[in-house]
């Protein structure tokens, strides 16, 4: 289950009443910072970036790929662990404006985190540990830590215990130190 706050609005939809959720300003200056970060190749420089602008908790070597697209709105709402991998095209929300209401909600993804290209986290979500995304996935609940999920929807396609069986005699993955 997603962790997201509520918040019903009146009259038209909630995106409609975006500017009275957010200020623009605010939008403004993430969208620049953000566009900014989805093309350049230093990825030292994007986490500098998300750290210094939109206030993220971003953790040492993690690495987003060229055209990651974190939430516009609100992006300190999303935190993301030591050594961590997002994928290509990966879109974090941490909001999400519906008809009748709008839904916060914070995104946290563990340290040692493989996300696959081209998916999509919805807010309120906790991407545990070790845990990996297969490329496409749609995350709309939790993720076990050491876990392997993907598909939309999202379902366990290793448990941390499978993939550990199933790796135990890899030589990259079945080494201890993970």
Same mark, same amino acid.
């Given at each position: 289950?997603?962790?997201?706050?509520? $918040?019903?609005?009146?009259?038209?939809?909630?995106?409609?009443?975006?500017?009275?959720?957010? =200020?623009?300003? +605010?939008?403004?200056?993430?969208?620049?910072?953000?566009?900014?970060?989805?093309?350049?190749?230093?990825?030292?420089?994007?986490?500098?970036?998300?750290?210094?602008?939109? $206030?993220?908790?971003?953790?040492?070597?993690?690495s987003?790929?060229?055209?990651?697209?974190?939430? #516009?709105?609100? =992006?300190?709402?999303?935190?993301?662990? +030591?050594?961590?991998?997002? @994928?290509?095209?990966?879109?974090?929300?941490?909001?999400?404006?519906?008809?009748?209401?709008?839904?916060?909600g914070?995104?946290?993804?563990?340290?040692?985190?493989?996300?696959?290209?081209?998916?999509?986290?919805? =807010?309120?979500?906790? #991407?545990?540990? $070790?845990?990996?995304?297969?490329?496409?996935?749609l995350? $709309?609940?939790?993720?076990?830590?050491?876990?392997?999920?993907?598909?939309?929807?999202? +379902?366990?396609?290793?448990?941390? @215990?499978?993939?550990?069986?199933?790796?135990?005699?890899? =030589? #990259?993955?079945?080494?201890?130190?993970?």
């Amino acid at each position: 289950m997603r962790r997201t706050e509520r $918040h019903p609005v009146d009259g038209a939809n909630s995106l409609w009443h975006v500017y009275q959720t957010v =200020p623009f300003w +605010k939008v403004v200056k993430n969208f620049i910072v953000i566009q900014l970060a989805r093309y350049t190749p230093f990825l030292g420089m994007k986490s500098w970036l998300y750290r210094t602008f939109l $206030h993220m908790k971003v953790g040492e070597q993690t690495s987003f790929a060229l055209m990651v697209m974190l939430d #516009i709105m609100f =992006p300190e709402k999303i935190s993301v662990g +030591k050594n961590t991998v997002i @994928g290509y095209n990966t879109t974090i929300l941490a909001h999400e404006y519906l008809i009748k209401e709008y839904r916060l909600g914070e995104v946290k993804i563990g340290n040692q985190v493989m996300i696959g290209a081209n998916s999509t986290i919805l =807010p309120g979500v906790i #991407i545990g540990d $070790h845990a990996i995304v297969s490329a496409g996935t749609l995350v $709309h609940k939790d993720v076990p830590p050491g876990a392997f999920v993907g598909g939309n929807p999202m +379902k366990v396609i290793y448990t941390k @215990g499978e993939l550990a069986e199933k790796w135990a005699k890899d =030589p #990259i993955y079945g080494k201890k130190d993970l």
